[in-house]
């Protein structure tokens, strides 16, 4: 994967890319082809708990509240015994977890500062690599 400081400048520009991607679609498209079928599906557990965490945020039902306090609590855990614990997440994709905890305390901090909360969700485009980019040696 890329250096810590390329991560770092990849989720502080988030909020200004077009594509609404947390990570630049070219850095995306290059890793993804990359990686093995295993870290690809650690990859998307980490995606999914991010998706709601952003997601829900800022929500109001009580649904809503313990969708995001069970994200919160998923990012927050030091545990690294189980192999979909955040810490073992990480340590198999080579991300640094307080890196990724700061981003994520960084990004509620601001949306907290927004005057109107969009509901706009970051997304890794990850789900957009077809079996085709991976049978047979197509690549796009």
């Given at each position: 994967m890329g250096s810590q400081a390329e991560l770092d400048a990849m989720?502080?520009?988030a909020g200004s890319t077009?594509?609404?991607?947390v990570l630049s679609p070219s850095f995306l498209d290059a890793e993804a082809r990359c990686l093995e079928p295993e870290k690809r599906l650690l990859l998307a557990v980490l995606e999914a708990a991010v998706t709601d965490f952003?997601?829900?945020?800022t929500a109001v039902t009580g649904r809503g509240r313990r969708i995001f306090a069970d994200a919160d609590a998923w990012f927050a855990s030091t545990r690294?015994?189980?192999p979909l614990d955040f810490e073992s997440?990480?340590?198999a994709l080579g991300?640094?977890?307080s890196f990724v905890r700061a981003g994520l305390r960084r990004w509620r901090l601001a949306r907290r500062r927004e005057p109107n909360p969009s509901r706009a969700v970051l997304h890794f485009p990850f789900r957009r690599v077809t079996r085709a980019n991976h049978?047979?040696?197509a690549a796009s």
């Open positions: 989720i502080s520009s077009s594509s609404g991607s952003q997601k829900y945020a690294c015994d189980g997440i990480c340590q991300f640094d977890p049978v047979g040696g």
